[in-house]
């Protein structure tokens, strides 16, 4: 066993980051140690982010984004602020280009401190979030649950943010027991690749009110790509503009759904807590000792 990956806790709004430094090695976290330290409270996480070395030009790192139950993300934008803010810490840099499992993930750290990421554009073909079935309009999807005549929870958008995401729409996103429906949609058939559940309430045009199940992660305080999922959707069904504040359980993301390209830009706050050694094949860490 060697414990000696550097890794930082740290949280996006809320949402537990483990972002881990493998940088000029060649092993990986296993899901076997993603899930031991999950299990550990001190450093349950919904999310690691494994910094490796990178392998495309004109990228600074290859990023690995691993779930609480080992599973493997294509896209994380509240992992990807504290990536940024742990780099920019080391370097002093403002401007980074990560490679994700998702694509090419362009960031920045602004003067104020907050962090935007250029989350891509989104997409809304129903082979590319993916669903199991032909959908010719993804805005409300056939998907309901509860009694037949009388469903809980129904007609979600579904979209791909770099990973599938089904926004529910309801009018308060705290009637809902999201942790009894959010594991069953999780896993619906008509997810291939299961999917991150959100509930949305439209405040105004430039406000909604969100929720999140995240897959292989259940409950957080914060999804930046559920965010990002809920506010194109609001955008898209003319619930809402296309620049909005998206409140989630942890705080306010500010999210801009830009004409020009198509890309979705997510702005928030990234946050250190400690730092510490792990070994990668097992979970087993150590703290380090404050300075
Ligand atoms: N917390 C994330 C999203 C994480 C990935 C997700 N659970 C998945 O499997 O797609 C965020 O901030 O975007």
């Known amino acids: ?34 899930r031991a330290l999950d299990a550990d409270p001190a450093t349950r996480f919904d999310q690691i982010m494994a910094i490796h070395d990178p392998r495309l030009e004109g990228t600074v790192a290859h990023v690995r984004i691993l779930n609480s139950d080992g599973s493997e993300a294509g896209a994380c934008g509240n992992g990807t602020r504290c990536v940024v803010q ?12 990560f490679e994700t499992l998702g694509g090419i993930v362009e960031a920045r750290e602004r003067d104020d401190g907050l962090i935007t990421v250029d989350m891509g554009s989104p997409r809304f073909g129903w082979a590319d979030i993916p669903l199991a079935e032909e959908f010719h309009d993804t805005r409300a999807i056939e ?7 009388a469903p809980v929870l129904h ?3 579904a979209v791909s943010m770099g990973n599938p995401h089904a926004v529910f729409w309801v009018d308060d996103v705290e009637a ?31 406000h909604l009110r969100i929720r999140t199940w995240e897959r292989g992660a259940g409950l957080t305080l914060a999804c930046g ?3 990002c999922a809920a506010a194109v959707s609001a955008a898209r069904t003319r619930r809402t503009e296309r620049v909005l504040t998206v409140t989630v359980p942890g705080g ?7 004409v020009e390209d198509d890309h979705v830009l997510m702005t928030g706050p990234a946050e250190w807590e400690w730092s510490g050694r792990l070994d990668p094949a097992t979970g087993a860490f150590t703290r380090d000792e404050p300075a």
């Open 1 to 34: 066993m060697s414990i000696d990956v550097p890794f930082a806790r740290m949280n996006g709004l809320g949402n537990q980051i483990l972002v881990a430094d493998l940088r000029g090695r060649a092993d990986r976290i296993t899901p076997d140690a993603a």
């Open 86 to 97: 742990a780099l920019s810490s080391e370097t002093g840099l403002q401007d980074f280009v």
């Open 143 to 149: 998907l309901q649950i509860g009694p037949i005549d």
């Open 155 to 157: 007609s979600p958008s």
């Open 176 to 206: 809902h027991a999201l942790d009894r429906f959010g594991p069953i949609l999780e896993n619906h058939p008509i997810f291939p690749d299961r999917a991150n559940i959100t509930l949305a309430q439209v405040i105004s045009r430039t």
């Open 225 to 227: 790509t559920a965010a």
């Open 252 to 258: 306010d993301l500010q999210i801009e759904w830009r």
